[in-house]
């Protein structure tokens, strides 16, 4: 199976300001996940969108989902220097039952 | 409420020996079993998935195996280690049905040498 591709690849903000990373997928999708990795450390999931939504809203995360571009944007608002982990797109092939996983942001956020 | 262990959480083992890492569920039945290796700075890459004891989805040709000879238990063994064995290993689960969210372990961290 071929991982997604997210950009960018590493972000530097400052506390306060807002984060945006993309991700881009290549197959038909059931859904799209997101998950967050603090260094050395096992994921957390953050919030799925189902191909059929085009935007969800957790607390201060936002995400946005376009079929047609094949693309997921995860949005966070109003950063903190605790949000400084590592954030990776995982999708769902249809008809598939495993999850193929983007190649992740770096984000840090500077207090 | 459900947890899920690993261990051991970090492995230095020389080329050539053999491998066993061991994942155990708590508080659910029947649950989806995943194997992923992460590489320094990058993604996830799927190894195994087990939909119940004894099924074994392999995703990546290699020197690594899983078994699951429980319901909540999953094992990932090698005959013989390689260098490029190297990793974070992460076990994760999900319901069988009803929600497609993923639940990691804290991960082992293996190096060999």
């Known amino acids: 199976s071929q991982q997604g591709e997210e950009d960018p690849q590493a972000l530097s903000i400052q506390e306060g300001e807002n984060a945006t990373m993309n991700c881009s997928y290549k197959?038909?999708?059931?859904?799209l996940q997101w998950y967050r990795q603090n260094s050395g450390r096992g994921l957390v999931h953050l919030i799925l969108?189902?191909?059929?939504?085009r935007e969800k809203h957790s607390g201060r995360l936002r995400v946005t989902l376009d079929t047609s571009k094949k693309s997921s944007s995860l949005l966070i608002t109003a950063s903190r220097a605790a949000d400084t982990a590592s954030y990776f797109c995982a999708h769902m092939d249809t008809g598939r039952r495993a999850l193929t996983f983007g190649s992740g942001t770096r984000l840090q956020v500077q207090p | 409420s459900q947890t899920i262990h690993q261990w051991p959480a970090t492995l230095v083992q020389p080329v050539g020996s053999p491998l066993s890492l061991e994942c155990t569920v708590e508080?659910?039945?029947?649950?989806?079993l995943y194997w992923y290796r992460q590489a320094a700075g990058r993604g996830l890459q799927l190894l195994f998935y087990?939909?119940?004891?004894?099924?074994i989805s392999s995703e990546v040709p290699q020197n690594l195996s899983a078994s699951r000879p429980q319901d909540r238990q999953f094992i990932l063994s090698s005959k013989k280690l390689l260098l490029s064995d190297s990793g974070f290993y992460l076990c994760a689960w999900k319901w069988t049905s009803g929600s497609y969210e993923q639940y990691f372990g804290p991960g082992t961290r293996l190096t060999v040498t």
């Open positions: 197959t038909s999708i059931n859904n």
């Open positions: 969108i189902r191909s059929n939504e």
């Open positions: 508080g659910t039945s029947n649950p989806n």
């Open positions: 087990s939909v119940g004891i004894g099924q």
